[in-house]
């Protein structure tokens, strides 16, 4: 089977970092994809990692270690509109997309 | 470019009913995939498609059909909708899903359709 975690909640101050973070257990892991869902709103993807280390764009990075089943997307220099859902996904070869409950972070002014 | 298109944005059904989810996209992509979203229980696979005329089981199948009978069109149907499919629906499609996943496999996403069935 298959299990993604994710903290249900988190906030923040504008300016300020977060971390959030993604444990997975799956059998044949591919890679891992990051979303954000504003809400009322679809997600859309922010980035993907399919090696080890970390990968930045911007404000937001991620990171993956695959032989401790995890994950971070680091936010840098929050701003209000950063205030949302952020869903963890990993692929399984031959499969589609299995998503973790999603993390909702608040950033406060 | 529309990219990924739903319709309806929302219905209301009574139980027994039944009703089509229209899922159409414009970006060539040969798979595509339907979602519902529920509190706490974030997005959850119903079914998806891997070109033109097929389809497969995801992880919530029971209760919903689908048909892809045209590359661009994604249907998802409820014969006889129960209270237990109040959700959101979205509709995501991809280029491909690659082994491993490179930027090609990014799912882009419809705007959902919220339906309610009392």
């Known amino acids: 089977g298959q299990n993604i975690d994710q903290p249900t909640e988190m906030t923040a101050t504008e300016g300020a970092i977060v971390q959030i973070n993604c444990t997975y257990q799956t059998s044949g892991f591919n890679g891992l994809f990051w979303y954000q869902q504003h809400a009322g709103e679809a997600p859309t993807f922010l980035s993907y990692?399919?090696?080890?280390g970390l990968e930045e764009k911007g404000r937001f990075s991620s990171f993956l270690s695959r032989s401790k089943g995890y994950s971070y997307l680091l936010l840098k220099e929050l701003q209000m509109k950063d205030s949302a859902s952020y869903l963890c996904a990993v692929t399984q070869a031959g499969t589609a997309l299995i998503f973790g409950k999603g993390t909702t972070l608040s950033v406060s002014s | 470019n529309a990219g990924v298109t739903q319709t309806p944005k929302f219905r209301v059904l009574k139980t027994g009913q039944s009703m089509t989810l229209l899922c159409a996209q414009d970006m060539n992509h040969e798979y595509m995939y339907w979602y519902r979203q529920d509190p706490g229980m974030g997005l959850r696979l119903i079914h998806y498609s891997v070109g033109e005329g097929t389809t497969a089981k995801g992880e919530v199948p029971d209760g919903y059909n689908v048909s892809r009978l045209k590359k661009q069109n994604f249907l998802l149907g409820l014969e006889s909708a129960a209270p237990s499919q109040t959700s959101v629906y979205f509709c995501?499609?991809?280029?491909?899903?690659?082994?491993?996943?490179?930027?090609?496999?990014?799912?882009?996403f419809g705007p959902g359709t919220r339906l309610t069935v009392l």
């Open positions: 990692n399919v090696l080890d």
């Open positions: 995501a499609s991809s280029y491909s899903t690659g082994h491993p996943p490179t930027s090609t496999d990014t799912q882009y």
